[in-house]
């Protein structure tokens, strides 16, 4: 069996995540900030770990725990992290700090860990956004932070394809989870305190399929770049939109 380690697969995208690589028969870590009862909704047993993204060491304490446990890494998933609307007028040192530490700095860390120990064939996947390719208002900090994740994502392609290690991101559009309907509900976000409504119209007026993606095709796209038939695949970052930023 194959090991993947989730960061942040407790909930939202993660959690979905989670699923598809136990569907695909891999033996699953996840490292989160709490378990929350995550795993009572599972129908396989995971391996979980109290992390903080932001501290380097947490991501080498996951690598030890595969290969003290499973013999090794197959695959390291960076999901974990935030997002939150604010004009730059209102952003503190202590805002773009927490959130450039967890969206970016966290999953550098990740992929320094995974890499140190990854054999040829392995795979690193990082959650990134459409944000980190186009920006919008009020979303300078988080827009940054996925621009820094498409950028990292690149560059270790090339750094690391040389001893057989793809690395990838994937893109995902809005995807509905209690997270964003929460991020949504804040005074700057461009939902004015109705997300359900926000993301209906955003769907209807943005996306080619008329819909948006869901967190099991998040997931889905997940578990396809983490095997074989994904090994001509590497430094793309990969729009998950049903078609709203096509390229």
């Not at 040389?162 to 997270?179: D, F, H, Q, S």
Request: charged residues 25%; aromatic residues 8%.
């Amino acid at each position: 069996m194959k090991t993947v380690i989730i960061t942040g697969g407790n909930k939202g995208i993660g959690f979905d995540i989670v699923k598809s690589f136990l569907d695909a028969n891999y033996n699953v870590i996840v490292g989160a900030r709490s378990d929350n009862g995550f795993q009572d909704k599972l129908s396989k047993k995971v391996t979980f770990k109290k992390i903080d993204v932001k501290n380097q060491k947490d991501h080498f304490t996951l690598i030890d725990i595969a290969i003290k446990e499973f013999g090794g890494i197959d695959c390291f998933v960076n999901n974990a992290g935030f997002s939150a609307w604010k004009p730059i007028e209102e952003i503190d040192e202590d805002f773009i700090e927490d959130i450039l530490s967890t969206n970016l700095k966290g999953t550098f860390w990740g992929c320094k860990a995974a890499s140190s120990v990854m054999k040829e064939g392995a795979s690193i996947i990082n959650i990134s956004s459409i944000a980190g390719k186009r920006g919008s208002a009020n979303n300078s900090a988080y827009c940054s932070s996925k621009f820094g994740v498409n950028g990292l994502t690149q560059s270790l392609s090339k750094e690391l394809g040389p001893r057989g290690i793809r690395v990838n991101a994937l893109c995902p559009v809005l995807i509905k989870t209690e997270g964003l309907s929460e991020a949504l509900l804040e005074k700057y976000s461009p939902a004015k305190l109705d997300p359900d409504k926000f993301i209906s119209d955003f769907a209807r007026d943005n996306a080619a399929l008329k819909r948006l993606p869901t967190g099991k095709e998040v997931g889905d796209m997940a578990v396809f770049l983490a095997s074989d038939n994904a090994g001509a695949i590497t430094g793309q970052c990969i729009n998950v939109d049903c078609g709203v930023f096509p390229q």
